[in-house]
């Protein structure tokens, strides 16, 4: 699977999306006075989505050695030169909203969610690495590792309408590619064995959900829609549409469909689903 391809899905309405955001955004700083100043600085003051995110990305990052107008600058850059980052951003916030029951709406990623902010550094953090800027690029991925408890290298590649929730221990390695709404829990490693230099790290296709803990190791194809349990450990590549667990995996169960946009954590024929909102 190449970017091109892994790009060519799903582009957000942006100017939607920015929309919704400010009404969301009025709406709580008229509810609750207390978090009105803060939201006009993160979302009200601002004239467009692109504007804001480059706002909210600089100040979850800035740190004492790139004070917030210096990483902000550098986040600009980025934004302008590459639309996809914002849009992907906006996929994301699409995704969590659609996915996570625990969601109520597009401002309580885009204000709260390390995993939504971790995936958004990496995007400048990748940017920075394919402008052959590696230094600042690992500064960022350091940043973020320190910051929110997620190791992402600046190289992966990760595709949009990604949602990472709750985030805390989630690292992949340098050479792994994520397609298109995938859905990762805490605790997931997308990792090398230890022994293969090179490419080393899986390749996860279009609409994986991959469970909390769960760590899959080498370079493994996960298939589009399949479904990694939470705690199993993989070792080889899987069928799509096929649910894998255990140490070391093993397909279980019957096929599952789209199961990173469903959060579909159980069988399809038992139907009943949101079990991560703990
Ligand atoms: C993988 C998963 C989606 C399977 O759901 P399912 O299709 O309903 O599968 P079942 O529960 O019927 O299980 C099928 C078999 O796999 C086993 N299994 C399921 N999850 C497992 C796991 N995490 N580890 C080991 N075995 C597991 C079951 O015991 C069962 O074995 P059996 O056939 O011998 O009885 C689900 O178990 C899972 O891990 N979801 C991720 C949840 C998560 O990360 N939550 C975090 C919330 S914060």
């Known amino acids: 699977m190449s970017l091109a391809e ?3 899905e799903r582009v957000a309405p942006l100017g939607d999306v920015w929309a919704r955001l400010r ?3 009025a709406g709580v700083a008229a509810e609750e006075p207390m978090l009105a100043s803060f939201i006009n600085a993160a979302v009200l ?8 995110l480059a706002h909210r990305i600089a100040a979850k990052m800035a740190d004492p050695q790139l004070d917030v107008l210096l990483i ?7 934004i302008k030169a590459d639309g996809e980052i914002a849009e992907a951003a906006a996929a994301d916030m699409l995704a969590i909203d659609e996915r996570d029951p625990a969601c109520r709406s597009l401002l309580q990623p885009f204000l709260y969610h390390k995993g939504f902010h971790a995936v958004q550094a990496y995007r400048i953090s990748h940017w920075l690495w394919n402008e052959g800027r590696e230094a600042l690029a690992f500064h960022i991925q350091s940043r973020v590792s320190e910051r929110f408890g997620v190791d992402i290298h600046p190289a992966a590649r990760i595709g949009r309408g990604i949602m990472m929730d709750h985030a805390t221990s989630v690292v992949i390695g340098e050479t792994a590619v994520v397609g298109n709404d995938v859905s990762i829990l805490h605790e997931v490693t997308l990792g090398g064995t230890g022994t293969a230099g090179g490419d080393r790290h899986p390749k996860i296709g279009n609409g994986v959900m991959i469970g909390a803990g769960a760590k899959i190791l080498g370079n493994i194809h996960i298939g589009d829609e ?9 070792l080889k590549s ?8 255990g140490v070391p995996a093993k397909p279980v169960g019957g096929p599952c469909d789209q199961p990173a946009k469903t959060m579909d954590q159980v069988q399809i024929a038992d139907g009943d689903l949101d079990t991560q909102d703990d």
């Open 6 to 8: 892994i790009r060519t």
């Open 23 to 25: 009404v969301e955004a």
């Open 45 to 52: 003051r601002h004239g467009s989505f692109v504007e804001a």
């Open 72 to 78: 902000h600058d550098v986040v600009n850059e980025a």
């Open 226 to 234: 399949a479904r990694v349990a939470a705690g199993s450990v993989v």
């Open 238 to 245: 899987v069928e799509s549409r096929c649910t894998v667990a």
